[in-house]
C-alpha cells in the first residue's frame, strides 16, 4: 500500500465532507476496525525488522494527520450557522449600488421660480392646505355670490363649513399682510384643489406659485418689470410678454399674461391655437378692499400680486402635454429631468 497515495485521497475526501454523517464515513474509511490504517498496521508483523521501525512511524504519522483533519473537520461542523457566514464572508466582493434618487421635475421648477424671485429680493413663506373660508374668499374681496364658493367648486371639508381645502395660493396674502408690515415682498409656493375633472390639462390638485408686493407707490409697471425679468430667466431673453386686461376681486385693475408662444415664437401654431400667445398667470394691483381687510392703509400702500401654475410653466418649459404625467410616478418620465 503506497502511503503517500493515501495521503492524496485523504485530502481529496476531506474536502468533501459538509456534515457529522460524512465526518463519520470519513473516519470509518481511514481509523475503523477495516480501514487504511488497521490494514497498514496489520502489514508491520510481516516486515523484516529494518523495516519495521520506519514503517510504523509512516503509519504513526498518517494516524496523527488523520485525527488532525478529523478534529478540525469537527469544530467547523459545530460552529453556529451565522459564524460560518461570517467566515465565508467576501469581503472584496462588490457591493449592490443604491439608486439615488432627484427631484421631481415640479419640484425642480418650482425651487428655480422661487429662486429667481429670490434674487429679486422676494423671500419665500408658505400657508396650510387646509384653510379657512374667510382667508380663501371673504378677506379676499370675493363674493358671497361668487360661483367658486359653491361646494362644486371648491373641495369644503365635511362637518366643517368653514374650512376647505385653498383653491388657490392668494389666502396667504392674507394671513402674511396681517402678521407683517409694509414694505413686504413675498413669494409663496404650494398646492392648491379644484375639483375638475382630470384630463391632459386638468387636475384637481396642482400648484402654485403666488407673489405680491406691498410698499409705498408701487405701481404697475413695478409688476411689468418683475414679471418681465421672471418670464426671462425662465423661457430665455428673447420671449415676449403681453397683459391682456381680466378680472379678478382681488385686484384692481388686473391681468392675465401671456408669453410669446415658445414653440413657434409668435407665428400661430398647435401649442398656442394658432394664437401666438400662451396664458401663464394671472395679476393686478391688490384691491383696496383687501388692503382694508387686513389692516393697511390703502391710501399710504400699494401693491402687486400675481399667481401662476407651476405645471402649467414646467409644461412649456420642458413640451410636456399631458398634466396627468407629473402624478403618475412613472419612472421613465421622471429620470429625464
Ligand atoms: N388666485 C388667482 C387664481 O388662482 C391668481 C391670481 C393671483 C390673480 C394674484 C391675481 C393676483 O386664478
Redesign the pocket.
Known amino acids: 500500500m503506497d502511503i503517500e497515495a493515501i495521503y492524496l485521497e485523504i485530502e481529496a475526501d476531506i474536502q468533501n465532507v459538509n456534515s457529522r454523517e460524512a465526518l463519520e464515513l470519513f473516519r470509518l474509511k481511514y481509523l475503523g476496525r477495516k480501514g487504511a490504517v488497521a490494514e497498514l498496521t496489520s502489514i508491520i508483523p510481516t516486515l523484516s525488522k529494518e523495516e519495521r521501525a520506519a514503517f510504523g512511524q509512516k503509519v504513526n504519522s498518517l494516524k496523527n494527520k488523520l485525527s488532525e483533519v478529523v478534529g478540525e473537520k469537527e469544530k467547523l461542523l459545530n460552529v453556529q450557522p451565522e459564524t460560518k457566514i461570517k467566515v465565508s464572508c467576501d469581503l472584496g466582493m462588490p457591493g449592490i449600488a443604491q439608486e439615488l434618487g432627484q427631484l421631481h421635475p415640479l419640484t425642480q421648477v418650482l425651487d428655480e421660480i422661487c429662486a429667481i424671485f429670490n434674487r429679486m429680493g422676494f423671500s419665500v413663506v408658505e400657508g396650510p392646505e387646509i384653510e379657512t373660508e374667510y382667508n380663501n374668499f371673504t378677506g379676499l374681496n370675493i363674493p358671497l355670490e361668487h360661483p367658486s364658493r359653491e361646494a362644486f367648486d371648491t373641495f369644503y371639508l365635511k362637518d366643517y363649513a368653514k374650512l376647505l381645502l385653498r383653491?388657490?395660493?392668494?389666502p396667504v396674502?392674507v394671513r402674511a399682510m396681517k402678521e407683517r408690515k409694509p414694505p413686504l415682498a413675498i413669494v409663496v409656493p404650494g398646492r392648491?384643489y379644484r375639483p375638475d375633472a382630470v384630463d391632459a390639462s386638468h387636475s384637481f390638485m396642482f400648484h402654485?406659485v403666488?407673489g405680491?408686493l406691498v410698499d409705498e407707490n408701487i405701481r404697475f409697471s413695478d409688476l411689468k418689470g418683475v414679471l418681465g425679468v421672471f418670464a426671462k430667466a425662465v423661457f430665455g431673453k428673447d420671449i415676449k410678454m403681453r397683459f391682456r386686461p381680466h378680472f379678478?376681486p382681488?385686484?384692481e385693475p388686473?391681468a392675465e399674461v401671456d408669453i410669446s408662444c415658445i414653440i413657434c415664437k409668435g407665428q400661430g401654431c398647435s401649442v398656442c391655437g394658432k394664437k401666438g400667445w400662451l396664458e401663464i398667470?394671472?395679476?393686478?394691483l391688490i384691491h383696496p378692499q383687501v388692503f382694508k381687510q387686513v389692516g393697511i392703509d390703502p391710501k399710504k400702500y400699494t401693491g402687486f400680486?400675481?399667481?401662476?401654475g407651476v405645471e402649467r410653466i414646467a409644461m412649456l418649459k420642458y413640451g410636456i402635454n399631458d398634466i396627468r404625467l407629473f402624478f403618475e410616478n412613472d419612472l421613465r418620465f421622471l429620470k429625464q429631468f
Open positions: 383653491s388657490h395660493t392668494s396674502q392648491v402654485q403666488e405680491f379678478f382681488f385686484t388686473s398667470l394671472g395679476a393686478g400680486a400675481f399667481g401662476m
